[in-house]
């Protein structure tokens, strides 16, 4: 069976614009994923090149041409700047499972960011997907995303040990996953607090 294309769709959140990514996003893209203090906790070197960002960009175009996922650049509607990005991967509509992923640069880190755009792209899925499970993975490390992930209800589900060997330094990684039947949205966990 032909998988069908996954239009990149754009979204909107309290404060962020979640959209597809265009070219003019090279820059702003590159910058972050060059930044060593962004990539500390991810599966690959900093970027050195800034083709990698051109080649990210086409590899978000082509995984929704695909029906594979959908990455969408996360830009401040106050004023319009570039401070990551969110997206799902790995769709498959057989078992309708999917992998989160999200990357933001250090200024926005804090901020609640990450768990606004999470959200708000898992809803989508939830909603336009038919998506029963979502896995997450996270460098044990990285406590900040692993919270992000509980905020939104990922339970942890398990580790994986020493998976990622990046620059020659071993670690591991928590999966996490999250079902439909688990998912509350923005309503329903304000009204639980």
């Given at each position: 069976m032909a998988r069908m294309s996954l239009p990149a769709p754009t979204l909107q959140s309290t404060r962020l614009l979640l959209r597809p990514f265009s070219d003019s996003d090279a820059d702003a893209l590159f910058a972050m994923h060059s930044n060593a203090d962004v990539m500390r906790y991810w599966d690959a070197p900093p970027w050195k090149e800034r083709q990698r960002a051109?080649?990210?960009?086409?590899?978000?175009?082509?995984?929704?041409?695909?029906?594979?996922?959908?990455?969408?650049?996360?830009?401040?509607?106050?004023?319009?700047?570039?401070?990551?990005?969110?997206?799902?991967?790995?769709?498959?509509?057989?078992?309708?499972?999917?992998?989160?992923?999200?990357?933001?640069?250090?200024?926005?880190?804090?901020?609640?960011?990450?768990?606004?755009?999470?959200?708000?792209?898992?809803?989508?899925?939830?909603?336009?997907?038919?998506?029963?499970?979502?896995?997450?993975?996270v460098d044990t490390r990285n406590a900040p995303s692993a919270r992000v992930l509980e905020k939104l209800g990922f339970v942890r589900e398990g580790m994986l040990r020493e998976d990622c060997v990046v620059n020659g330094e071993v670690s591991d990684s928590w999966v996490y996953g999250l079902l439909r039947r688990e998912w509350r949205t923005p309503s329903e966990l304000a009204r639980a607090d």
């Open positions: 051109e080649r990210f960009i086409t590899t978000c175009r082509e995984i929704a041409e695909a029906g594979t996922g959908t990455r969408l650049a996360a830009e401040r509607m106050v004023d319009g700047s570039f401070i990551g990005w969110c997206g799902l991967t790995r769709w498959n509509p057989d078992y309708r499972s999917a992998s989160l992923g999200y990357c933001f640069d250090d200024a926005a880190w804090g901020q609640g960011y990450a768990t606004e755009s999470a959200r708000t792209v898992l809803g989508w899925a939830f909603d336009a997907w038919g998506v029963n499970r979502v896995q997450a993975e």
